[in-house]
């Protein structure tokens, strides 16, 4: 599930699958719209699997894979950032 706020459409809720894991990425075929970038990609327990960050299209009329980044790797550069300025 993808939860943003799409097009200025507060506490939205989209759906889909993830369809591949890279080293980097997670990719979804849930619906990723301008909004839902930055918010959380999770799974149907609510556990936070990413961040969702974009989408991959052929051109900007076409549905494409959304993507989200790991939600460890969110964490961890958040925690080197914090450390780094104490």
Do not use: C, W
């Given at each position: 599930f993808a939860i943003g706020s799409p097009l200025g459409v507060s506490d939205s809720l989209t759906?889909?699958?993830v369809t591949k894991s890279s080293m980097d990425h997670l990719f979804t075929d849930t619906q990723i719209l301008p909004?839902?970038?930055g918010g959380p990609l999770i799974d149907a327990n609510g556990l936070v699997l990413g961040v969702n960050t974009a989408v991959l299209?052929?051109?900007?009329n076409a549905n494409g894979l959304g993507m989200a980044i790991y939600a460890a790797r969110v964490r961890s550069e958040f925690a080197r950032e914090l450390h780094g300025k104490l």
């Amino acid at each position: 599930f993808a939860i943003g706020s799409p097009l200025g459409v507060s506490d939205s809720l989209t759906a889909g699958i993830v369809t591949k894991s890279s080293m980097d990425h997670l990719f979804t075929d849930t619906q990723i719209l301008p909004g839902n970038s930055g918010g959380p990609l999770i799974d149907a327990n609510g556990l936070v699997l990413g961040v969702n960050t974009a989408v991959l299209a052929q051109n900007s009329n076409a549905n494409g894979l959304g993507m989200a980044i790991y939600a460890a790797r969110v964490r961890s550069e958040f925690a080197r950032e914090l450390h780094g300025k104490l």
